[in-house]
């Protein structure tokens, strides 16, 4: 046996003996070796690559130096690009950002233009539009005809405020509340702000009715605990006989496309509820949870107060809306109320 | 001396040379892969990778904490024989089915959730009758609360591939494996355009369409706020009371009413077409037979069969077992498998 480094010879050392002996020897002669053999030519490329700094010859200064112009315009190549899209991007970032925006809020309305006056309809868009440019908002005007056929049952005013109520926000996708109020309707103290008066998180908070029963006088289902106001995303009101729908706030969203288009089913529209769309909320409220649980109930003079109510619901100086629900019967005239109120309101104080 | 050792190691016999050969050969064979290593080892990988494949083990282990992203649900006991005698054939058809998708959810790692279906009622029109499909699905989703896709399946389906995982199926390329809107394929005539439709909408509910409307025996469901709405109002006393006597299929009927009038549900709902998980056997939508969208091709090894309404009429066990042999005969591989 050997210890020095083998070489190719090794593998042909023609030692005498039998085959096996033969066979044993040169195994484990590799075993012995091979380690070593490893280590050994490591170490000398290692010391090689160390030496190899100090005898610099003149090729491989010009191959140094060629390396180094090659990295320096690698380096500026990469500068320049990372500085042209920083510069592109603070440029376009900002067109980017800026096209979803719109009003905040946008008041929704819907003329009946059949049965009311051109004159009567132009003083309410101008109640309402005095309100909406004095504090920034929106005015969505349409013609309640334009939606004739899409609602099933044509007969009921109510249904058209839902389609009418999923164009605006539709339209304006930008905004983030829609707050649908009447034809017959006049705001009265326009200098109320809607987000300090009704939908900031601390004033809803105060104002949300909670347990109370959603028709009154004593249905089973109430109105949720401790639901926070913050998760609350359409309210309204309550009368002496069940929801108010002349004057409700919905924030844009996917809740508000599946309350706006679950409560327009063609089926709650044929089932000809007693009172239309306002028995098809009570439905709605009662029988499924993920419409009730952003409901928020809040005070009928809030926003809707009756100049000829009773108790809570009496319209007093001051209050922010008056509405005229229930004046075209036979018994009322609402261009007759609607003059004595229009005489009577506040206007924009700067 | 001729005893028996130097007869056989004397080089001289014919056997005593075929022996010193095959003495040497562990030796030369250690040489040869010594001298070779790196052909060695690549012959070692691919020798291994070839067994670890044929015999269909998982290469690397699942994590035991890990919860899938996917959850089959998977529909047992319809009926739970208070209506009909479940005999051998039910329950060995069932033990098939089970069977089945227990091996697939394995394989990729999916949750399994079997969920019971028996009768629960005595009454006709007693509450929320068949719509049992909605609670199931809202009460799987409540056990599986880190699961984002359901995958309903009902008991007469078969997964006739189960290499193929669902990720590759469908979601990998889900823009291109669905369709949002009935312009090419409206076998029930639903209305082609609503208002208000948001067609850039995320995708919630992904549903085949088979010859008479959407079907809803293998479908897909995500967990999202959109979801919660479904399952809420997919059952309402008002739709009910005025349509149960013309809804046959129940959740399926009210689906597609919903369908009709309600946006919000078009917009986060896509079709699938009905052959990547739904296919039919032949004797399903039998009116429609050589349309090439809606049957079983074993050729282009078609995904799910799912043998819609083989208890009326049709002999649910045969199917069964001729889909079970088609699929293991499918599945066999040959030894030259790994290199295709």
New interface residues.
């Given amino acids: 046996m050997h210890f020095s480094i083998p070489s190719r010879s090794a593998d042909q050392t023609t030692l005498p003996g039998s085959?096996?002996f033969k066979?044993k020897s040169?195994?484990s002669s590799?075993h012995a070796v091979y380690p070593l053999y490893i280590f050994t030519q490591l170490r000398s490329v290692i010391r090689d690559a160390l030496t190899s700094a100090q005898n610099v010859t003149a090729p491989e200064k010009k191959r140094q130096s060629a390396r180094r112009t090659l990295s320096m315009w690698a380096i500026a190549v990469f500068a320049a690009v990372t500085v042209f899209l920083t510069i592109m991007y603070v440029l376009f970032a900002n067109i980017a950002t800026s096209d979803s925006a719109g009003p905040r809020v946008v008041l929704v309305l819907g003329l009946d233009n059949g049965k009311y006056k051109e004159d009567y309809l132009a003083k309410i868009i101008e109640n309402r539009r005095e309100y909406a440019d004095a504090h920034k908002y929106g005015l969505y005007v349409r013609n309640m005809s334009d939606f004739k056929g899409?609602v099933h049952d044509a007969a009921k005013l109510g249904w058209y405020k839902l389609?009418l109520m999923?164009?605006a926000m539709?339209d304006n996708p930008g905004s983030t509340y829609f707050w649908y109020l009447d034809q017959n309707a006049i705001i009265m103290n326009p200098n109320l702000n809607i987000e300090s008066h009704i939908t900031d998180v601390k004033r809803l908070n105060s104002l949300v009715l909670r347990d109370v029963p959603v028709v009154p006088p004593d249905s089973t289902i109430r109105t949720y605990r401790h639901v926070p106001a913050d998760r609350m995303k359409f309210i309204i009101s309550q009368d002496h006989e069940g929801f108010q729908t002349g004057s409700f706030i919905l924030k844009n969203g996917?809740?508000a496309?599946?309350v706006l288009?679950?409560w327009?089913?063609?089926?709650?529209q044929?089932?000809k509820f007693q009172k239309a769309e306002k028995s098809s909320l009570e439905?709605l409220a009662q029988?499924?949870?993920?419409?009730l649980s952003k409901m928020a109930i809040i005070p009928q003079r809030i926003f809707n107060a009756y100049p000829n109510g009773v108790g809570d619901s009496l319209y007093q100086d001051g209050d922010f809306v008056a509405s005229l629900a229930g004046c075209d019967t036979p018994e009322r005239s609402c261009v007759r109320e609607f003059e004595r109120l229009w005489d009577n309101r506040g206007r924009v104080v700067n | 001396m001729k005893d028996k050792d130097d007869y056989l190691y004397s080089p001289a016999s014919r056997t005593s040379r075929v022996l010193?050969r095959l003495?040497?050969l562990p030796?030369r064979l250690?040489?040869l892969m010594?001298r070779r290593r790196i052909l060695s080892l690549i012959l070692f990988v691919v020798l291994c990778c070839t067994i670890v494949a044929n015999s269909g083990v998982r290469l690397l282990p699942r994590m035991p904490w890990a919860s899938s992203k996917f959850v089959i649900i998977l529909a047992v006991n319809q009926g739970g024989g208070v209506m009909e005698w479940k005999g051998p054939t039910e329950w060995a058809v069932e033990r098939t089915s089970i069977a089945n998708k227990r091996a697939y959810a394995d394989r990729h790692g999916y949750d399994l959730a079997i969920q019971d279906m028996s009768i629960k009622k005595r009454y006709a029109h007693e509450w929320r009758e068949s719509w049992e499909k909605v609670d199931v699905i809202r009460q799987t989703m409540k056990q599986y609360p880190k699961a984002e896709w359901f995958w309903w399946l009902d008991l007469h389906t078969y997964i006739m591939e189960p290499s193929i995982s669902l990720e590759k199926q469908v979601f990998n390329r889900l823009e291109n494996n669905t369709y949002r809107n009935l312009e090419d394929y409206n076998p029930l005539k639903l209305p082609v355009e609503i208002?208000?439709v948001?067609n850039t909408h995320p995708i919630n509910l992904i549903v085949p369409q088979d010859c008479g409307g959407f079907n809803l025996g293998s479908f897909l469901i995500r967990r999202s706020?959109?979801t919660?709405?479904l399952l809420?109002?997919w059952w309402?006393?008002?739709?009910y009371e005025?349509?149960h006597m013309q809804w046959e299929h129940k959740e399926q009927d009210a689906l597609e009413?919903?369908y009709s009038?309600?946006?919000?549900?078009r917009?986060g709902t896509a079709f699938i077409p009905q052959r990547l998980i739904n296919a039919f056997p032949e004797g399903a939508c039998s009116e429609w037979r050589g349309d090439k969208r809606i049957f079983y091709n074993q050729d282009e090894r078609d995904f799910v069969v799912n043998m819609a309404g083989c208890e009326w009429g049709r002999d649910c066990f045969g199917e069964m077992e001729h889909f079970r042999k088609i699929s293991a005969s499918l599945q066999k591989k040959s030894w030259w498998w790994p290199f295709k």
Avoid: C, G
Wanted: no cysteine; proline share 8%.
């Fill in positions: 085959p096996s066979a040169r195994a590799h899409s389609p999923r164009s539709q996917e809740y496309w599946y288009d679950a327009f089913d063609k089926l709650y044929e089932y439905h029988w499924h949870p993920t419409v | 010193s003495r040497r030796t250690r040489q010594l208002p208000f948001d706020e959109w919660d709405f809420d109002i309402d006393p008002v739709f005025q349509r009413h919903m009038n309600q946006a919000w549900l917009s």
